[in-house]
């Protein structure tokens, strides 16, 4: 199995930034993709980007473009999240995941999910 811890979440005031990051440990194929999603309480769960592992290849929903960059370090086998301009709707539990390919990642097609840490932006 996969196991995927995300860390770095916290309170921050609107406008500030804050980076989450993702550890993954166990075995994984040679090509497999990763990605961020969030979920605020009532909502459904929002993909957000995704990261195609060998190649570095992203794509971004509309909502995070241009704020939001989505990294690894194949070294240390983690995934990150850079998040500025933050803005009160960004308020959710962010979980990273982990799956054979960029495309399923986009479609929610995910095979394993991290805990989830809590993003909280104040106004």
């Known amino acids: 199995q996969v196991q995927l811890v995300e860390s770095g979440g916290g309170l921050v005031q609107a406008g500030g930034s804050l980076r989450l990051s993702c550890a993954a440990s166990g075995r994984t194929e040679s090509s497999y993709a990763m990605g961020w999603f969030r979920q605020a309480p009532g909502n459904e769960r929002e993909f957000l980007a995704a990261?195609?592992?060998?190649?570095?290849?992203?794509y971004y929903a509309d909502s995070v473009k241009g704020r939001f960059t989505i990294s690894r370090d194949n070294a240390k086998n983690t995934l990150y999240l850079q998040m500025n301009s933050l803005k009160p709707e960004d308020t959710a539990v962010y979980y990273c995941?982990?799956?054979?390919?960029?495309?399923?990642?986009?479609?929610?097609?995910?095979?394993?999910w991290g805990q989830g840490t809590q993003v909280t932006v104040s106004s």
């Open positions: 990261i195609r592992w060998n190649s570095g290849s992203t």
């Open positions: 995941a982990l799956d054979v390919s960029l495309g399923s990642i986009v479609a929610g097609s995910v095979n394993y």
